[in-house]
């Protein structure tokens, strides 16, 4: 197993002179057409923010099982609150994967009519500081992920606020992952892992540190590759529905969390991706300027709520 040191783009770049601007959304729309994935600087998290984070999303995870089960909510499709473990599967798998989760989404304060298509946030009583923590980085890392589709519109040679109509208030969730410990490995099914191969279903994913190694990507050799990211940035990789929306120019990556080796299975893994969603209205059909003689339309027209149905189906999570 060799490893990936992914490209690294500077986000204060997109802020700087326009020679600066330029190189950061070739940088960064160049990964995004040949890895799927980049590392991201200066991102708006600061260490205290996502210490703080980890901490509180640790602290639900340890509660017994009994007690988190009452945070998962019968018709949300897991989509907010807690998901218990194994429940969720990659697409063409029947295995549940190593993991449980908690998803904190979208709070709407500005009157959008769109507030009456998402359910409302679940918030554990358990962990006094759980709400301030998640909901200030989902704030942050909207932020962060408005900026860098504003640098995707331009790369693409669209208007750079092209995407902010369906984002703002977008359908984004913020997820707490918890890869939990297996004492035997005899009692959990063979081929069980701790996230199967797959694609995100989003736009942009925009992922701070995990607890542990174990991120692959599949390269376009058909090899898996360890992600490294430094300490201080985040990973952010191309989601299914902005390959769909721009004809697979750029890259949904398949990517896996690995089990550990065995005397490391009894240890958890943490991590925190954010699913940087658009509202369910989105018109996901292929740009225009994405389709030619070389690269005919690939997907059938949809939109990120179709879209996102049809994907949670797949995932074991809708019935």
């Not at 507030?115 to 301030?132: H, V």
């Given at each position: 197993?060799?490893?990936?040191?992914?490209?690294?783009?500077?986000?204060a770049d997109f802020y700087k002179?326009?020679?600066?601007?330029?190189?950061?959304?070739?940088?960064?729309?160049?990964?995004?057409?040949?890895?799927?994935?980049?590392?991201?600087?200066?991102?708006?998290?600061?260490?205290?923010?996502?210490?703080?984070?980890?901490?509180?999303?640790?602290?639900?995870?340890?509660?017994?099982?009994?007690?988190?089960?009452?945070?998962?909510?019968?018709?949300?499709?897991?989509?907010?609150?807690?998901?218990?473990?194994?429940?969720?599967?990659?697409?063409?798998?029947?295995?549940?994967?190593?993991?449980?989760?908690?998803?904190?989404?979208?709070?709407?304060?500005?009157?959008?009519?769109?507030?009456?298509?998402?359910?409302?946030?679940?918030?554990?009583?358990?962990?006094?500081?759980?709400?301030?923590?998640?909901?200030?980085?989902?704030?942050?890392?909207?932020?962060?992920?408005?900026?860098?589709?504003?640098?995707?519109?331009?790369?693409?040679?669209?208007?750079?606020?092209?995407?902010?109509?369906?984002?703002?208030?977008?359908?984004?969730?913020?997820?707490?992952?918890?890869?939990?410990?297996?004492?035997?490995?005899?009692?959990?099914?063979?081929?069980?892992?701790?996230?199967?191969?797959?694609?995100?279903?989003?736009?942009?994913?925009?992922?701070?540190?995990?607890?542990?190694?174990?991120?692959?990507?599949?390269?376009?050799q058909g090899h898996w590759i360890?992600?490294?990211?430094?300490?201080?940035?985040?990973?952010?990789?191309?989601?299914?529905?902005?390959?769909?929306?721009?004809?697979?120019?750029?890259?949904?990556?398949?990517?896996?969390?690995?089990?550990?080796?065995?005397?490391?299975?009894?240890?958890?893994?943490?991590?925190?991706?954010?699913?940087?969603?658009?509202?369910?209205?989105?018109?996901?059909?292929?740009?225009?300027?994405?389709?030619?003689?070389?690269?005919?339309?690939?997907?059938?027209?949809?939109?990120?709520?179709?879209?996102?149905?049809?994907?949670?189906?797949?995932?074991?999570?809708?019935?």
């Amino acid at each position: 197993m060799s490893s990936l040191s992914i490209p690294v783009v500077d986000l204060a770049d997109f802020y700087k002179d326009p020679e600066a601007k330029k190189l950061f959304i070739s940088t960064l729309g160049k990964a995004f057409e040949e890895v799927g994935f980049v590392a991201v600087k200066n991102h708006r998290l600061d260490d205290e923010l996502v210490s703080s984070l980890y901490k509180q999303c640790q602290s639900f995870f340890e509660l017994p099982d009994e007690i988190k089960k009452k945070y998962e909510i019968e018709g949300l499709a897991g989509q907010r609150g807690y998901t218990g473990k194994g429940k969720e599967h990659a697409k063409g798998r029947n295995t549940g994967d190593l993991k449980e989760f908690y998803h904190i989404g979208q709070e709407v304060t500005d009157n959008d009519p769109v507030a009456s298509q998402y359910p409302a946030n679940i918030w554990p009583d358990e962990t006094e500081q759980f709400r301030k923590y998640t909901l200030e980085a989902y704030r942050k890392l909207v932020h962060t992920g408005k900026d860098l589709l504003q640098a995707i519109a331009v790369f693409l040679n669209l208007p750079q606020n092209y995407f902010e109509k369906d984002v703002h208030n977008g359908n984004s969730i913020l997820r707490a992952i918890h890869y939990y410990p297996i004492e035997n490995p005899a009692d959990v099914p063979a081929d069980a892992v701790r996230a199967a191969q797959h694609e995100d279903i989003n736009l942009i994913t925009l992922l701070m540190g995990a607890s542990a190694e174990g991120l692959e990507i599949l390269n376009n050799q058909g090899h898996w590759i360890a992600v490294t990211a430094l300490p201080g940035q985040i990973v952010v990789n191309v989601g299914d529905m902005l390959s769909r929306l721009t004809n697979n120019r750029l890259k949904s990556t398949t990517h896996r969390v690995v089990n550990p080796p065995k005397e490391k299975m009894h240890l958890s893994r943490y991590s925190i991706p954010f699913f940087m969603h658009p509202k369910p209205s989105m018109d996901l059909s292929c740009l225009n300027s994405c389709i030619d003689e070389n690269h005919p339309k690939k997907f059938a027209d949809t939109t990120a709520g179709e879209y996102l149905t049809e994907r949670l189906r797949e995932l074991g999570l809708l019935k």
